[in-house]
């Protein structure tokens, strides 16, 4: 499944934080103007999402970051 998160700001912090996240994994795809879009191995992708949102933020300038994160249908 593909999960995409938005966000004008900070994609490439974005894209390192969402790598490192161990579990579910997700693997990089492609960036389509400010949409990053990652293939995970989640089998639901309400879990998928929320493990990239508590991932970012977590982070230092996570809780003050515009993002979304939706699947990709």
Do not use: W
Request: net charge negative.
């Amino acid at each position: 499944m593909k999960i995409q998160v938005q966000s004008p700001l900070k994609r490439d912090f974005i894209r390192e934080t969402v790598d490192a996240v161990a579990d579910p994994k997700f693997t990089f795809v492609e960036e389509k103007g400010m949409n990053l879009v990652f293939d995970t191995d989640a089998a639901d992708s309400a879990v998928a999402i929320a493990a990239i949102k508590k991932a970012i933020k977590a982070t230092e300038i996570g809780a003050v970051l515009y993002f979304s994160v939706t699947e990709v249908k």
